[in-house]
């Protein structure tokens, strides 16, 4: 880690996990506004989430899926505060939902088709009030998903945080973007991932895949809408399975499982040709170029490739920070593409590139990279300790240097020396889940372990229903986490 360079830190939680004292049963657009609040007072700079686009198809758990879009450029108007889009006016409907808030609002998960309902019942009824003064009932929604996404973006800007959105690599089949450009897609074939050891029999996304010859017609018009209307309200950018830019795991429709799908293209050397041209041309990054840096104050010159900017919104996109998910099984040329082009690629220490290893080094990171303890995909620090008491037991005495036995449960002041050990990192951003940084806190921390996982990969049935189990308000007012992680930040120079 040079300290000549600039380092960043962030937190990472879907929207849907945030608790807070006034909000439906879910987090919601506005909550985003006390957690930038949380992030001034620790340090962090960046607020990463996962996709929020509209997934309704029936208000069933389905919909729970945050990749299923619907709309690639409609917000989820399940994350409104309803209450702010208009109070009802009838007595008896006001004391209906205050009951039902409250009901919604102390379940320990996001009981996702209940908390729909409610939330649409009430637009509805709101909606009617306002008749003959607003458009057909979506558009009204929407424009109300507009204005508190952006009053939570204007709010966390103010503050100095920036806000890092998730690109989904597929689109609902039922989606509006399939029906108005069919031709853009391979309905016949659905996107997934090949049989790995997350999930031996694959995995089947069930989008279709693009028909990327038809896309680059007119030079990927579809894709770059989607950038542009991404940067409405988002500083940084996570491309979803990267690798799908290069080859995509295709599965012919109604295929048992995962396991009878191939690559396409099918031809490994077509892999770079069409990952850098699709790259570089729908997120407009700069090809075959690299950039010398030299700054004041350090002993040594160093190249990174890409475009760089010492202030916090690092130049890519006109602005647009490019991040991009590289695990799992990917392509040789992958990570040469991605680094020609400047894209910041994911370190995880228990996933490491080196697949002879059982961990990597944060230490070893490249510069041009986002480091974390784990993604939404994985168990946290706490899950993943106690799943494979060899690992951990190895994890111990290896990465953390201790000679004694491990103890059975990874206790507070081991997730404080993981955090701290990543925030270490040679990465210019360390983006953590918000779950690994609240670990820290044995007073604080769920007691409940495996029901903080966001996603199991393998389970394509799976509720998408975490919720934080402290609020956003005891979250700020908890000085004790709050000085640990500040006081660490501060320590590795990542406060800028």
């Known amino acids: 880690m040079s300290y000549n360079l600039p380092y960043h830190s962030g937190v990472a939680v879907p929207v849907f996990s945030l608790r807070s004292d006034d909000s439906c049963g879910i987090g919601e657009f506005l909550d985003l506004k006390k957690?930038?609040?949380?992030?001034?007072?620790?340090?962090?700079?960046?607020?990463?989430?996962?996709p929020v686009n509209d997934t309704t198809t029936d208000g069933s758990w389905s919909d729970s899926?945050?990749?299923?879009?619907?709309?690639?450029?409609?917000?989820?108007?399940?994350?409104?505060?309803?209450?702010?889009?208009?109070?009802?006016?009838?007595?008896?409907?006001?004391?209906?939902?205050?009951?039902?808030?409250?009901?919604?609002?102390?379940?320990?998960?996001?009981?996702?088709?209940?908390?729909?309902?409610?939330?649409?019942?009430?637009?509805?009824?709101?909606?009617?009030?306002?008749?003959?003064?607003?458009?057909?009932?979506?558009?009204?929604?929407?424009?109300?998903?507009?204005?508190?996404?952006?009053?939570?973006?204007?709010?966390?800007?103010?503050?100095?945080?920036?806000?890092?959105?998730?690109?989904?690599?597929?689109?609902?089949?039922?989606?509006?973007?399939?029906?108005?450009?069919?031709?853009?897609?391979?309905?016949?074939?659905?996107?997934?991932?090949?049989?790995?050891?997350?999930?031996?029999?694959?995995?089947?996304?069930?989008?279709?895949?693009?028909?990327?010859?038809?896309?680059?017609?007119?030079?990927?018009?579809?894709?770059?809408?989607?950038?542009v209307w991404f940067k409405k309200?988002?500083?940084?950018?996570?491309?979803?399975?990267?690798?799908?830019?290069f080859r995509i795991w295709e599965i012919p429709k109604g295929s048992p499982d995962a396991s009878y799908g191939h690559y396409s293209p099918e031809n490994p050397k077509m892999w770079e040709i069409e990952g850098r041209k699709r790259l570089s041309k729908i997120f407009n990054l700069p090809n075959n170029t690299s950039f010398r840096l030299e700054r004041s104050g350090m002993e040594k010159s160093q190249t990174f490739a890409g475009d760089f900017s010492t202030s916090l919104r690092s130049a890519r996109n006109d602005g647009l920070l490019i991040c991009g998910e590289d695990l799992g099984m990917g392509a040789p040329c992958v990570p040469g593409v991605m680094r020609e082009l400047g894209i910041l690629s994911l370190e995880v220490q228990r996933m490491p590139k080196n697949s002879s290893r059982p961990f990597s080094d944060p230490r070893e990171n490249p510069y041009l990279s986002v480091d974390t303890t784990g993604t939404h995909d994985m168990p946290t620090i706490r899950g993943w300790w106690e799943q494979d008491r060899e690992l951990s037991a190895r994890y111990y005495h290896e990465m953390l240097h201790h000679t004694d036995n491990p103890p059975y449960f990874c206790e507070p002041w081991i997730c404080q020396e993981i955090v701290e050990q990543h925030m270490n990192s040679s990465s210019q951003w360390v983006i953590l889940p918000i779950q690994d940084y609240i670990a820290m806190d044995g007073d604080f921390r769920w007691d409940n372990t495996w029901d903080e996982q966001i996603n199991e990969p393998a389970d394509s049935k799976w509720k998408w229903k975490y919720r934080m189990h402290q609020s956003l308000e005891a979250l700020l007012n908890n000085e004790k986490l709050i000085l640990t992680l500040k006081n660490m930040i501060r320590k590795y120079s990542r406060q800028h």
């Open 233 to 245: 309200y988002f500083d940084a950018l996570r491309i979803d399975h990267i690798f799908g830019f």
């Open 35 to 50: 957690l930038a609040d949380w992030c001034v007072a620790t340090g962090l700079k960046m607020i990463q989430i996962l």
């Open 65 to 227: 899926y945050p990749y299923k879009s619907i709309s690639t450029k409609e917000l989820h108007p399940i994350y409104l505060n309803v209450e702010k889009v208009g109070l009802l006016k009838d007595e008896n409907d006001r004391k209906w939902f205050e009951e039902l808030k409250k009901e919604l609002n102390a379940k320990e998960f996001v009981d996702y088709p209940e908390v729909f309902k409610a939330k649409m019942d009430y637009l509805k009824k709101v909606y009617a009030q306002k008749r003959g003064k607003k458009p057909d009932f979506y558009e009204f929604l929407q424009q109300h998903c507009d204005k508190q996404l952006s009053e939570a973006v204007d709010y966390l800007h103010e503050r100095g945080i920036m806000l890092k959105g998730d690109l989904p690599i597929g689109v609902n089949r039922e989606s509006d973007d399939v029906k108005q450009h069919p031709h853009l897609f391979n309905l016949d074939m659905e996107t997934g991932a090949p049989p790995d050891g997350f999930a031996p029999q694959g995995q089947n996304w069930g989008f279709p895949t693009y028909n990327w010859a038809a896309m680059e017609k007119d030079s990927f018009q579809w894709w770059k809408e989607r950038v």
